[in-house]
Nanobody, 121 residues
Framework: QVHLVESGGGLVQAGGSLKLSCAASGSISVFNVLGWYRQGPGNQRDLVAN???????DYADSAKGRFTISTDNAKNTVYLQMNNLKPEDTAVYYCAADAVYYRGTWHSDYWGQGTLVTVSL
């Protein structure tokens, strides 16, 4: 079983940047889709961005133009570069592999433990 471990969260002022990392304990090339998700206080877990093994990526409207997802297969790591952060980006950010959206929530056998991002005014 591959385990995912996120890092890179923290406290940042609005307009600042953070780069999140998600390190896998095994090869990420076995997955079809890798993604970043976030869950704010009292909210459901939502997709931020995902990237497919065949190329191509998708972003939530709130992330377009500010966030970039990428992978480094040699390091078995998925990244999320976040620029121009806003207070509404405050959430716990999770990475997941091969997540599917079913009955209103995201499901995956591979979730990280999450990393907290707090954006202050």
């Amino acid at each position: 079983q591959v385990h995912l471990v996120e890092s890179g969260g923290g406290l940042v002022q609005a307009g600042g940047s953070l780069k999140l990392s998600c390190a896998a304990s095994g090869s990420i090339s076995v997955f079809n889709v890798l993604g970043w998700y976030r869950q704010g206080p009292g909210n459901q877990r939502d997709l931020v961005a995902n990237i497919r093994s065949g190329g191509g990526s998708d972003y939530a409207d709130s992330a377009k133009g500010r966030f970039t997802i990428s992978t480094d297969n040699a390091k078995n790591t998925v990244y999320l570069q976040m620029n121009n952060l806003k207070p509404e980006d405050t959430a716990v950010y999770y990475c997941a592999a091969d997540a599917v959206y079913y009955r209103g929530t995201w499901h995956s056998d591979y979730w990280g433990q999450g990393t907290l991002v707090t954006v202050s005014l």
